[in-house]
């Protein structure tokens, strides 16, 4: 089983494992990553999974984001797919690979993010 959410943006800047913002900054930021999250997994009619790999596929232009900050980004939208049950919790037991891909791209309106939820078995 496996199902990908698009995001038409990189995660905000205060959310990236490189920032220095303090956590009430990240506040707003968390909670609408995890809104549209929560959205897009209902509209993809997300089933639950015992154990899952996950990789993002970032479609940048301008810098890259570093991998490591990449994910830590991402993080409040993982914790949604345990929030919502699709697994039981988003430690290294039930997500058992994380992976990034980098594709760069001419303009900003082609910038976007793939989540890409597989199911393994384990």
Partial sequence: ???????DHMPH???RGNSRAHW???????????VETM?????????PMSKVRI????????????????????????DVLAIEGIIEDDNPTYV????????????????KLIMEVTEIEG
Avoid at 24 to 34: D, E, M, V, W, Y
């Fill in 1 to 7: 089983m496996k199902f990908s959410i698009e995001y």
């Fill in 13 to 15: 800047k205060d959310l």
């Fill in 24 to 34: 009430a900054a990240k506040l707003k930021p968390k909670k609408a990553l995890q």
């Fill in 39 to 47: 959205i897009k997994l209902r509209e993809v009619g997300a089933m």
């Fill in 55 to 78: 990789k993002y596929i970032a479609y940048y232009c301008g810098k890259p984001i570093d991998s490591d900050n990449l994910v830590m980004g991402m993080k409040y939208a993982q």
């Fill in 96 to 111: 058992q690979g994380l992976a990034t891909e980098y594709h760069r791209v001419k303009t900003k309106k082609e910038v």
